[in-house]
């Protein structure tokens, strides 16, 4: 059965940096597109970063681009997001998400605050 493992997250203060990891297992990963979600507090879920199954299409929300970097390493079954620059409206839960695959993890909390 599919299970994704978010780790990485943390307190950390504006303008600081921090690296999200996505342990993935139960399907075949490097077939797979996987995404970043996020949900802050009273908000709806949002999507964050997608990338393609071999890496090579990359997307973003406009809130993040230029500070945020999604990546995968298809032989470790794992996806990353680098978050640099971090501004308080970052704060939230990260999830990530097989693409088609109904599943969500338990997420890792990021906040951003001095």
């Known amino acids: 059965q599919v299970r994704l493992v978010e780790s990485g997250g943390g307190l950390v203060q504006p303008g600081g940096s921090l690296r999200l990891s996505c342990a993935a297992s139960g399907f075949t990963f490097s077939r797979n597109a996987m995404n970043w979600y996020r949900q802050a507090p009273g908000k709806e879920r949002e999507l964050v970063a997608s990338?393609?199954?071999?890496?090579?299409?990359?997307s973003y929300v406009d809130s993040v681009k230029g500070r945020f970097t999604i990546s995968r390493d298809n032989a470790k079954n794992m996806v990353y997001l680098q978050m640099n620059s971090l501004k308080p409206e970052d704060t939230a839960v990260y999830y990530c998400?097989?693409?088609?695959?109904?599943?969500w993890g338990q997420g890792t909390q990021v906040t951003v605050s001095s």
């Open positions: 990338i393609s199954s071999g890496g090579g299409a990359r």
């Open positions: 998400y097989a693409v088609g695959r109904p599943y």
